[in-house]
């Protein structure tokens, strides 16, 4: 069976671009939609981003209130420093004589006294002290207070090259004694900064 068409072919023409018409509308508006579709989620998420980035900058300026309250304590860091950086210059050549003098007389044993003590920065210290001895002679026990006494300011942080001058044995305060002569170098104490 053959067909014939008996319609002029300006109308199937017509009903062809009415056809592809209906197509590109359908395509047309398939792409609107998902176009809205990739707007909304789009929308939505930038909805999302401005929430947070709103949370961020309330979290910023709560922080802030508190670093600008803060902010005193940093100051009077800054200022300690300062203060320290000036006791450190002003103190570093200090000696401190009553700490040592305190701590030579810790160190000192029983049966040693000191008779004269004098220091001075560029002479250093010396000491004229005498040791309790034996009436009869015996040579060590008068002498081992004294090494005691050496080994002793050795120890001393303050206090180095500490050497026995001179010592002789004396009839002091009515009892056998051994007069002696210590001399020490003193060292300049290094300041340290504390931390607070």
């Given amino acids: 069976m ?4 008996l319609l002029p072919p300006e109308t199937l023409e017509r009903r062809r671009a009415e056809k592809r018409l209906r197509y590109v509308i359908l395509a047309a508006i398939a792409l609107a939609v998902v176009l809205a579709a ?3 989620v789009a929308f939505f998420r930038l909805e999302g981003k401005r929430e947070d980035l709103a949370a961020v900058e309330q979290q910023v300026k709560t ?7 803060l902010a005193i304590f940093e100051e009077r860091a800054t200022e300690l420093d300062s203060r320290k950086e000036t006791v450190t210059l002003a103190l570093g050549d200090r000696r401190d004589w009553a700490k ?3 701590e030579i007389s810790l160190v000192l044993p029983d049966d040693v006294w000191v008779q004269t003590l004098s220091a001075e920065e560029e002479a250093g210290l010396q000491m004229l002290g005498f040791a309790v001895d034996a009436p009869n002679d015996n040579p060590d026990l008068g002498h081992k207070s004294i090494a005691k ?3 002793r300011l050795a120890d001393l942080d303050q206090l180095y090259d500490v050497w026995l001058t ?3 044995k004396q009839f002091f305060n009515e009892q056998d004694a051994i007069q002696f002569t210590i001399t020490a170098d003193v060292e300049v104490p290094a300041v340290e900064a504390e931390t607070p």
């Fill in 2 to 5: 053959t067909r014939i068409n």
């Fill in 38 to 40: 990739v707007w909304s």
């Fill in 63 to 69: 922080t802030q209130t508190q670093a600008d309250q």
């Fill in 100 to 102: 040592l003098f305190d």
């Fill in 149 to 151: 006494t050496l080994v």
């Fill in 166 to 168: 001179n010592s002789a």
